[in-house]
């Protein structure tokens, strides 16, 4: 027969994509599709009420109190968004150069700045609330025990300092990660243009800047994006160190908590809201994904073939 | 202008000691070869000299000047590597201006330097171009062209022709010696190509496991080899080596005969060292000739000349340079002759050169 071996092969190939194809469709596709659909509906409880168009978007972007909520929680991601790009991406490359440059003790510090990476977020938060308990945390006992009593405060307990509290923590708990990505592109880089830099100048600033960053930019932008997209989706680490109300005060309320919370209730279980939780869901889904994709598409522009 | 002095350099890399001492005198405007097998300490001393490794032990001075502390970008030195090493997110033009820039120059004297160094290497229409837009002899160029634009007083160049094609390599060494004589500077340049150190040098450091076998011109180390392993390594084919015995005016080789020859070294050791090149040796079907006897193994036909490979009786293999166009069936039985006064001696226990 003339046809038959193409028409196993392409048997094959059905038998191999239908499958996994499925599965997404049924567990990703359908999920956020109807994610979509449930915000143009009223619902009462889980139970779904009449279509009423763009009027739950409508409720959490413009009607009081979720238009104060929504801003806010929107405003404090921003502030996580800059603060890690700061003091995990910033500190994370600084942390590869030092690592590359293979100062003393580098091998060690390889290992010791990636560990915390791969500690669940579970044992994380619950590790920095005890470091930063107003009484018996490290913190406040290494400021006292130095003679900076006057500096040690209930950290998470306060509204200006309890956002910060918990960059530190997630900045601590994933700066391996960037460190490793920005180690390997600057193992990319050939010994001799390094050597060949260091003919024209001993300036380590003009090395950085001007010859390891630009070579890294490849690195540079998945870490960016995936900073991006963690810092607006940031839910574990502010629900376990402060609670699913975004406490004190929704100081520390960002866009994951506060679509957690409208969608399933507070704290004391009240206030559920299927309906806006879901305009909510897919606001944050767009936002994520067009501006996702233009980072990447830029940067994606910039990056050199070494 | 640039005159060197290496003294008692040494370079250790932990334990492990890669350069033994080396002592060398550079003058002004002296193109200078490193060459040796690889792992010789040729490209280590290079990047002593470029100050990118840091000196063991010993001095290193450029017109006077104490430069083992000086960071690399101060000696006023600029290399070229074998990878050529240019910045692969800057254009032709910003891989030469960077440098300069750097140093301060203002931004006229900046653009003049690289439209002379664009012309001289013929650059003029790359300068838009990113490195991975140009071809080997290209990068090459630009290479070159940004070490120049630094008016360096020293130019080091390590292996520049390993990774050009053979067709350019022939090109782009006559172009390396006209860009000497065009920047009167002094010039560093490290290969394992003897036939590369022969043709560019006016002197040759030959260089073997960290140490200086031999520094002289081109000329010395092919006529008066300081020792056995110059001897081997300059020229080829290769020089001839023959283990001989010496019996009053005669050498005899084990297994092949012996033969007399005029002007042997005043010295009382028995056993020596022969070396003959090629183009000393003649070849005859005579039998009862006076010579080493031995079987032919392969004749090479050239054209202009043809070499004659012979094993001899104790095993040796030598080539013989005829300009005849001789044809030898393998394992015809020969006996090879020595010209006198083509050869060179040297003492079988330090392998040094015996004067004759």
Known sequence: ?306 | MAQLTLSGIKKGFGPVEVLHGIDLEIKDKEFIVFVGPSGCGKSTLLRLIAGLDTISAGEFRMNGRRMNEIAPSRRGIAMVFQSYALYPHMDVYENMAFGVRLMGLDKAEIERRIADAAQMLRLGELLKRKPRELSGGQRQRVAIGRALVRKPQLLLLDEPLSNLDAALRSDVRLEIAKLHRDIQGTTIYVTHDQVEAMTLADRIVVMNNGRVEQFGSPRELYERPANTFVAAFIGSPRMALLDVERQGNRLGLPGSGSLSLTRLPQIDERELVLGVRPDSLTITTDLAAEGFKGSVIYTEYLGDNTFIYVRLGNGTLVSIRTADAVELAPDTPVVVQVLPDAAHYFSRSTRERLAA
Do not use: C
């Open chain 1, 1 to 306: 027969m003339h046809g038959s071996p193409l028409l196993a092969r392409r048997l094959w190939i059905t038998a191999l994509i239908v499958p996994p194809l499925a599965f997404v469709a049924l567990f990703v596709v359908y999920p956020i599709i109807s994610a979509f659909a449930y915000a143009f509906f009223q619902w009462h409880g889980l139970a779904r009420g009449e279509f009423v168009g763009f009027a739950n978007f409508y409720k959490v972007l413009f009607t009081q109190p979720y238009a104060d909520w929504t801003v806010n929680a929107f405003l404090n991601n921003v502030l996580v968004f800059f603060a890690l790009m700061v003091l995990q991406n910033g500190v994370g490359f600084l942390l590869a150069y030092f690592l590359w440059r293979e100062l003393p003790g580098a091998a060690f510090h390889r290992v010791a700045v990636f560990l915390p990476v791969v500690l669940s977020t579970i044992i994380v938060g619950f590790l920095w609330k005890l470091f930063l308990h107003p009484l018996f945390g490290v913190v406040n006992i290494s400021l006292r025990g130095t003679g900076l009593g006057s500096l040690a405060q209930p950290w998470l307990g306060q509204e200006g300092t309890a956002l910060w509290a918990l960059i530190i923590a997630n900045a601590w708990h994933m700066v391996g990660f960037p460190t490793l990505v920005f180690l390997a592109g600057m193992q990319r880089i050939p010994g001799e243009i390094l050597d060949a830099v260091r003919m024209e100048t001993e300036s380590e600033w003009v090395k950085i800047s001007k010859i390891v960053w630009p070579l890294v930019a490849p690195s540079a932008t998945i870490v960016f994006t995936l900073l991006f997209v963690g810092s607006f989706n940031w839910f574990e680490l502010p629900y376990i160190m402060a609670g699913v109300d975004g406490s004190p005060h929704k100081a520390t309320d960002v866009l994951g908590l506060y679509f957690y919370r409208t969608a399933f209730g507070d704290q004391s279980g009240s206030g559920q809201d299927f309906g806006a939780g879901s305009a909510l869901a897919v606001l944050i889904f767009m936002f994520i994904a067009v501006v996702a994709g233009f980072i990447t598409f830029r940067l994606r522009a910039r990056e050199i073939q070494i």
